[in-house]
């Protein structure tokens, strides 16, 4: 997997989270604290070039899961 494609599933995985717990992408950018248009980037793929871990604690959190859950580049719905 390329890095292109790890940072498109982790844009993917956080989408996923942050629908299964009914979240808009304002809502979810406020509980974060970060900004809507950096969800945005994060959850297109042909946007999302790079991101601090960090960001990625505060989302782990905002979301309510480990940082590792976002990192697991399986299919978060349990397809191959």
Request: charged content about 25%.
């Amino acid at each position: 997997m390329t890095y292109y494609e790890k940072l498109a599933a982790l844009g993917l995985n956080i989408a996923y989270y942050r629908k299964l717990r009914f979240l808009t992408q304002e809502q979810f950018a406020e509980k974060a604290n970060i900004s809507i248009s950096t969800v945005r980037k994060i959850e297109n793929p042909n946007l999302f070039t790079g991101i601090t871990f960090e960001k990625i604690c505060r989302i782990a959190d905002a979301l309510g899961v480990t940082e590792s859950a976002l990192l697991d580049f399986r299919d978060p719905n349990g397809n191959a």
